[in-house]
């Protein structure tokens, strides 16, 4: 991932605009370590801060067409671009890069060009003709963007929020699956799949279809010129995600390029749950495996620069964002600058063990619909700006276009989790990738119980967390906390430590509103808490809240004391014997 930057439309002085926006552009220069890059034409700028991925000798930015009349500067991947040049073949390219083809798009079709895109990305592109723009980010989020509002008419655009946050009068999240015309004058939504309208679907499950779209989804995105390797925390996700990358690496330009022999990357605290499993995992498909460990002050010591990198004060969002910092550091300090992640299968497919209790499936539905809707304000934001802070790259092939067209398209009665038929949590990917003949995964890794990813670096990680904000935010504090934030008020004292760093760095009210907020039971929607009663007062986001599923649930009469009024008081732990939801051996 690299990072973007422009300003279109100013009316200050030129030089001084131009400082001033090279000043920002290296607020972003941990996303781009490799090189900087600048164009200006008249009130309009554009920079950018680059990651080679792709082309590494020439492919740096900003981007043009054969006249330099179109400039684009880009954040992304863009898979099919081998096929797009294709489509391309009246036009001169004057790179390697994936992205160059935004601009020759732009020259044959216009604005109408975004749906052609494979890929992930955040673009700004700057029409010199007539001193127009478009910006557009990808379908679900994948990369971070934001736009702002200057008070002189000009109009900011971000790869992240401190780029832009100190100058706008107003600032906001750029919607993902939109573009941004100045023609226009405002946002147009280019992405529209099937599953948006979040209309019940109806096409029965068919497992190799299903594995079908998902190996593919991974094949594309071994598309590299550097050294790569797999996040591997020895769930279902990431499991998956090396099984499949270790069985089609073989013949692609990666391996003749680095090697057949796959890296793995694992964090946690020290016997953690993830430890334990992503080892077995490593063994078992051949990785050159990699294992890094932190303490819980670790933790605590990077959650001022976890948050500043984030930008953002939701507690799950950080909980499990500072394990993967710390791991990103490691990983770049190997000489590798991309991974491939499992993020975004438990929304497409319910893996959340809240969703134990959907009712039906057409809630459920509903349910995964919203998740996928939010991710850019969770995992994708996560997983992007905790990896990109070290100058990391993470692709996600869970969130591939045409894979979640495949997902979504699945009648939910087959996500449903039904005990009586042993169907436990995302049975029907287990059940796509169960093969007997040539076996992906061990069966009990197969049909691991779902751990989120901040409780499966180690259980005291969060206890550990909950106890330094107990020692740093007081009952008098919380006491006030609503007249103090009125907006997204915290309810725990780890949330409230949390929005106290954040307000440091980001005190507009413009950033307060770019954080998510509402009630939450095991990484639920608000909507998702009325499944069951008991989650009113167990309102937390570690897996261990969804009782009676998770199999080290906490003790319920502990919970109302410790989650929601902050005391001292630590969860004991008990062994919850949930019906169909047991490990498989």
């Known amino acids: 991932m690299c990072g973007i930057l422009a300003v279109l439309g100013c009316a200050d002085d030129t030089q001084g605009k131009r400082v001033r926006v090279l000043e920002l552009s290296r607020r972003l220069k941990h996303r781009g370590p490799d090189w900087s890059g600048m164009h200006q034409v008249g009130d309009c700028y554009l920079s950018h801060q680059r990651l080679a991925i792709i082309d590494p000798a020439s492919g740096d930015q900003p981007l043009y067409n054969e006249d330099k009349s179109i400039v684009v500067t880009v954040n992304g991947e863009i898979y099919n671009h081998e096929q797009l040049r294709a489509q391309l073949s009246s036009h001169t390219f004057r790179t390697g890069s994936d992205c160059e083809v935004i601009a020759h798009l732009y020259e044959e079709h216009g604005e109408n060009f975004i749906d052609m895109l494979d890929g992930v990305f955040s673009f700004v592109l700057l029409d010199t003709r007539d001193n127009s723009f478009i910006a557009a980010r990808d379908a679900i989020g994948v990369t971070p963007l934001y736009i702002g509002w200057g008070i002189d008419g000009s109009v900011w655009i971000s790869s992240e929020m401190k780029g832009l946050n100190d100058d706008c009068e107003h600032f906001e999240i750029f919607p993902p699956g939109h573009l941004y015309s100045s023609k226009q004058g405002g946002f147009k939504r280019w992405y529209n799949p099937p599953w948006f309208s979040e209309v019940i679907p109806s096409v029965p499950y068919d497992p190799l279809a299903l594995r079908k779209a998902f ?17 591997l925390s020895g769930g279902l996700d990431s499991s998956l995600v090396a099984a499949v990358t270790v069985r089609h690496l073989a013949g692609t330009k990666a391996a003749k390029r680095w090697g057949t022999k796959l890296h793995s990357f694992c964090v946690g605290l020290e016997g953690s749950p993830d430890l334990k499993a992503a080892k077995e995992v490593a063994n078992y498909l051949g990785t050159m495996h990699h294992e890094f460990t932190f303490t819980v002050q670790d933790g605590i010591d990077a959650i001022e620069d976890v948050i500043y990198h984030t930008e953002t004060y939701d507690v799950t969002t950080i909980r499990a964002s500072t394990p993967m910092f710390l791991m990103s550091r490691k990983i770049k300090s190997l000489g590798v600058k991309m991974v491939i992640s499992g993020e975004g299968s438990d929304e497409i497919f319910g893996g959340y063990l809240y969703f134990h209790k959907a009712p039906n499936k057409e809630e459920l539905h509903h349910e995964t619909c919203q998740k996928i809707k939010a991710l850019h304000q969770y995992d994708c934001l996560r997983a992007n700006k905790a990896t990109s802070a070290w100058g990391l790259e993470a692709r996600v092939p869970f969130l591939d276009k045409e894979f979640i067209n495949e997902a979504m398209s699945i009648d939910p009665e087959w996500k449903m989790i039904r005990p009586d038929l042993g169907r436990i949590e995302k049975w029907v990917l287990r059940k796509a990738f169960d093969d007997e003949e040539q076996p992906f995964l061990p069966k009990h890794i197969l049909y691991r119980q779902k751990e989120q990813f901040s409780d499966g ?50 005190p507009q009210n413009s950033a307060i509103l770019t954080v998510p907020g509402g009630p939450s039971v ?28 998770h199999l080290s649930a906490y003790e319920q009469e502990h919970l109302p004391a410790t989650i929601l009024t902050g005391t001292s008081k630590k969860p004991r732990m008990i062994e919850v014997a949930a019906p169909g939801v047991a490990i498989e051996s």
């Not at 593919?216 to 050294?227: C, G, Q, S």
């Not at 504090?477 to 997204?488: D, L, Q, T, V």
């Not at 808490?529 to 986001?541: F, K, R, T, Y």
Request: proline share 4%; with cysteine.
């Open 457 to 506: 670096v180690g259980y005291s990680w969060i206890d550990g967390l909950k106890a330094h904000a107990e020692s740093n935010v007081t009952d008098k504090m919380m006491s006030n906390a609503k007249f103090i934030y009125p907006h997204n008020t915290p309810t725990t004292k780890e949330a409230y430590c949390y929005r106290m760093i954040f307000e440091r760095f980001f």
């Open 215 to 231: 190996e593919k989804a991974v094949i594309k995105r071994l598309m590299t010129d550097v050294p790569f390797g797999v996040l």
């Open 522 to 549: 095991a990484c639920s929607t608000a909507k998702a808490v009325e499944w069951d009663a008991q989650w009113s007062g167990n309102l937390d986001p570690s897996g261990r809240a969804a009782l009676g599923v």
